[in-house]
């Protein structure tokens, strides 16, 4: 037998090929192969190794590409794209100018639709499937779904709808939170081997459409046909949910039994309705092998769900060593959320399923009463945030920008409609890095200045975070949003103590004569470096430090309109709507000309990398903005 069948499958073909009894080895390999290069570069490591096992099945059973296989998220995938041709490709995933790090159209025709944000396959899928039978099409559409992502709305809304349209596509839930339970069983094993059945669903299918042609009772017969399986399911599976929205239930079934999966998913592969199949499986698993030579195994019942990349073997997580002269600012985040409680009773703190990445999980253990974790569910965060403002409870918002985006309609009729003080503390603004496109907070600027009465800001570093976020606490009849970056806070003080800054100011840092530099949060200290640099060659610059990105300072706006012709603004979000539209629509309006150019994100969607590759790329960085001074002083030398 080979020792290495993982690297001589290069599409699903080579996979369905194998004899069964060598898609064990085939698993143990992709498991090995995963854990090796994930801890190496680092990437998504705990939710592909849960569905190895299913991946496997998926691609043996159905016929992908022309059979469609929607990933919700994508990070579970990984072992996905090794099936589909990217097995050497998956050294570089998550890496400048390599693989993405979730699924993406453009990159593999097996990749059906990408998506970096959770709860969208069930809708996806079923726009799939309809548009299959518009076009007289005939193939199969699976939805994979986690039980995390099930917690979304969009989830729900795609289970109600699809259940209603009656077409054919499954859904696999995923569930890694519960252990293999009692439930997954003989008899349940055996009751979801009856119901997939396609002997069984036949009869089923036939005895049913038989009582539609009776001519009395018909409604009576069907009722209790109906009512008879529900009992019965209902002592032995947990699935009447499912059922009552459309959806035959199947399962739950072990998620790591390979036959089990293949079996069952044979047989769901004939139904001609909308099915759910319900797997229990472990987030992790086969994390950390302590002998991964032998291909054996032990599951840690830490779940590595994102790891750092440690750069060597063997293949233990190792703790970076280098620490950064600061916090970064999700971790200020976390510091000044339980300074916040310790000095506000009337504060609380929201999150929809990001307590880690948001900073929360001491605030989540210290004021476990105060902290509100809503699952992949932003618009209900915001609408619940809402509600909590209205009986003067001040509640934050911990959400990263590109995710507050889904609670957009939200923010505008729930909060700022009605005048109400809810904090938006949204991480990730700007280049987000490796997690790509997806993860970007390139709008939150431009969709948070065009609402009426919101307060948008930026602080430059940590301390000045801290006066935001106690400035914010002093509103109380408007919502109050603040943006940061997933980098170094700077600067942070844990001692320090909060200053309550005047709403619409802002902070000249440098004075100059030739040119004023207005920049925002993240590129305040790259345009004072730029600035300082700038000076060796006689080229003073005036640095303005814009906290508040809405209100703007007008009565600092207006002198600087009288003593400069010549402006820059820098900021990390895209140029339509930005800060810069808002500060060149201003100067328009003034009795004499000026040259204002805008360094910003583009127009077009940033590939992931490397933050500070990126932003240099993109030339947001001191070397950029140094640039962009020259050009424009080379063009436009004298000021007054």
Not at 551 to 571: G, Q, R, T, Y
Request: charged share 20%; net charge neutral; with cysteine.
């Amino acid at each position: 037998m080979s020792t290495n069948l993982l690297q001589k499958i290069h599409s699903p073909r080579e996979l369905k090929s194998l004899a069964f009894n060598d898609l064990q080895q085939v698993n143990d390999e992709m498991r090995e192969y995963i854990i090796s290069t994930i801890t190496e570069i680092g990437g998504h490591l705990a939710p592909t190794l849960g569905v190895i096992e299913l991946t496997t099945a998926l691609h043996y059973v159905f016929d992908a590409p022309q059979d469609k296989i929607v990933w919700d998220v994508g990070h579970q995938a990984y072992a996905h794209k090794v099936f589909t041709g990217r097995y050497e490709q998956l050294k570089t995933i998550r890496q400048y100018k390599g693989l993405s790090g979730f699924l993406k159209i453009s990159e593999s025709e097996y990749d059906v639709f990408g998506a970096g944000h959770a709860s969208t396959s069930i809708s996806a899928a079923l726009g799939i499937a309809v548009s299959r039978d518009l076009n007289n099409k005939d193939y199969k559409v699976v939805s994979v779904i986690g039980d995390g992502a099930m917690t979304g709305g969009l989830s729900f809304e795609g289970l109600n709808n699809a259940g209603l349209r009656r077409k054919q596509f499954l859904v696999i839930l995923n569930d890694n939170e519960m252990s293999i339970s009692p439930n997954v069983g003989a008899i349940n094993s055996y009751l979801t081997r009856l119901v997939t059945n396609p002997l069984y669903n036949r009869i089923r299918d036939e005895i049913w459409n038989l009582t539609g042609s009776l001519p009395l009772g018909k409604d009576i017969t069907r009722k209790f046909i109906r009512k008879s399986e529900e009992s019965l399911k209902n002592m032995l599976v947990p699935g009447i949910l499912f059922e009552e929205l459309g959806f035959r239930y199947f399962g739950p079934i072990d998620g790591h039994n390979l036959k089990e999966l293949v079996h069952t998913l044979k047989s769901l592969k004939t139904l001609k309705t909308p099915a759910l199949l319900h797997i229990l499986t472990k987030k992790g698993k086969g994390m950390v092998s302590m002998n991964v030579k032998n291909r054996e195994y032990h599951d840690d019942a830490v779940k590595f769900h994102a790891v750092k990349p440690n750069g060597k073997k063997p293949y233990k997580i190792e703790k970076e060593v280098v620490k950064p002269s600061a916090p970064v600012f999700q971790d200020v985040f976390g510091k000044l959320s339980c300074e916040i409680a310790r000095n506000r009773e009337d504060s609380i703190c929201i999150t929809a399923a990001m307590k880690e990445g948001t900073g929360l999980v001491n605030y989540s253990k210290k004021f476990p009463d105060r902290f509100f974790d809503v699952g992949i569910a932003e618009a209900h965060a915001v609408t619940f945030a809402a509600g909590l403002a209205t009986e003067k409870v001040r509640p934050i918002v911990a959400i990263y920008s590109t995710f507050l985006q889904r609670a957009y309609d939200q923010i505008i009729h729930d909060v700022a409609i009605q005048h109400l003080p809810v904090i938006f503390c949204m991480d990730r603004a700007g280049i987000a890095g490796e997690d790509g496109p997806t993860h970007h907070g390139a709008l939150d600027i431009a969709y948070l200045r065009c609402i009426q009465d919101i307060i948008v800001t930026a602080p430059k570093d940590g301390n000045e975070f801290r006066h935001l976020l106690y400035t914010a606490l002093e509103q109380t009849d408007q919502p109050f949003s603040i943006r940061y970056p997933k980098s170094s806070s700077i600067q942070f003080d844990e001692n320090g103590q909060a200053e309550l800054l005047p709403i619409g100011s802002w902070d000249t840092l440098k004075t100059g004569d030739d040119l004023a530099i207005l920049a925002v949060g993240s590129m305040v200290y790259p345009c004072l470096n730029a600035a300082n640099q700038l000076e060796k060659l006689d080229i003073s610059c005036e640095v303005v430090n814009c906290r508040f990105i809405k209100p703007m300072d007008m009565k600092c706006l207006k002198n600087l309109a009288m003593e400069f012709n010549s402006f820059l603004v820098v900021e990390e979000g895209v140029q339509t709507g930005s800060f810069g539209e808002g500060i060149s629509s201003f100067l328009a309006h003034q009795s004499k000309d000026y040259t204002v150019q805008l360094l910003s994100l583009p127009d077009s969607f940033v590939d992931h990398g490397p933050r500070d590759v990126l932003l240099n790329e993109l030339g947001l960085s001191e070397n950029g903005i140094l640039s962009s001074v020259k050009k424009i002083m080379e063009n436009f030398p004298v000021s007054v």
